[in-house]
């Protein structure tokens, strides 16, 4: 439950900035950086709470554990790149979608498990 519930404030912390912008490129160079902060600290807190639960035996297989921690990468990846692509000035749409949609893989995976 603990891990549902952080992957779903990932999600809605993502949705909420980009709404409240209106787009990525409207945000702030300061508001971008608390935002890709919080999200990577919500990221790592989600993939040890994950080990922990597929340690205590919560995900039944190994295949299933393997697939969330692939999610979770591609989700810190393409948070690292977000972050990437904000130090360097480009713009953000397309790594914006890039975290929404490894966000609400996360989500789906956790929702059906």
Same mark, same amino acid.
């Given at each position: ?5 952080? +992957? *779903? !404030?990932?999600?809605?912390? *993502?949705?909420? /900035? #980009? /709404?409240?912008? +209106?787009?990525?490129? &409207? /945000?702030?160079? %300061? ?5 890709? #902060? ?13 080990? %922990? !639960?597929?340690? &205590? +035996? +919560? ?13 979770? *990468? ?5 948070? /690292? ?14 790594? #914006? ?8 893989? *996360?989500? %789906? ?5």
């Amino acid at each position: 439950m603990i891990i549902l519930s952080l +992957g *779903v !404030f990932a999600l809605i912390t *993502v949705n909420n /900035a #980009v /709404a409240q912008t +209106g787009s990525a490129a &409207r /945000a702030s160079n %300061r508001q971008m950086q608390t935002l890709l #902060v919080r999200i990577e600290t919500k990221i790592d807190i989600l993939k040890e709470e994950a080990q %922990r !639960f597929t340690d &205590r +035996g +919560g995900i039944n297989g190994s295949t299933q554990g393997q697939q969330l921690g692939d999610y979770l *990468v591609a989700l810190e990846q393409s948070t /690292a790149k977000l972050h990437e692509a904000m130090d360097a000035r480009q713009p953000l749409d397309d790594e #914006v979608t890039d975290v929404l949609n490894n966000a609400t893989a *996360v989500n %789906r995976f956790m929702t059906a498990n």
